[in-house]
């Protein structure tokens, strides 16, 4: 994968489970894989989409600070240039907060991370 010439970027996707004292981005991307794009570091790192599942937070506030702190982290910790979240303002997935819902809680919440 990281090997190929013609890739323009690496794309991540991260759903962290429950809240963020109980998930680490670091064993979510642990692997022989993830080992080799750090160490060539030759490509972009995105995470192309980030989001959370209702079920798994007691709250949008919950959910909101998680996802905060998870693209603090990416870009401080990890190196990705950017992120993106899904889904910004579509109801057809009900079991993920998006980030308009309750007034743009989540929204909100990243402005600045």
Request: hydrophobic share 45%; proline share 5%.
């Given at each position: ?5 013609s ?58 600070h ?27 997935q ?20």
């Open positions: 994968l990281v090997g190929l010439p890739l323009g970027y690496v794309d991540v996707h991260v759903y962290p489970v429950n809240n963020i004292s109980q998930w680490n981005t670091q064993q979510d991307l642990d692997s022989d894989l993830w080992s080799d794009v750090l160490a060539q570091q030759k490509h972009p790192l995105l995470m192309g989409e980030f989001g959370a599942f209702k079920r798994f937070y007691p709250s949008i506030q919950a959910a909101a998680t996802m905060r702190v998870l693209a603090q982290n990416s870009t401080t910790r990890f190196g990705f240039a950017g992120w993106l979240c899904w889904t910004w303002d579509t109801y057809e009900p079991f993920l907060f998006n980030m308009v819902e309750d007034g743009g809680v989540i929204a909100s919440a990243l402005q600045g991370a």
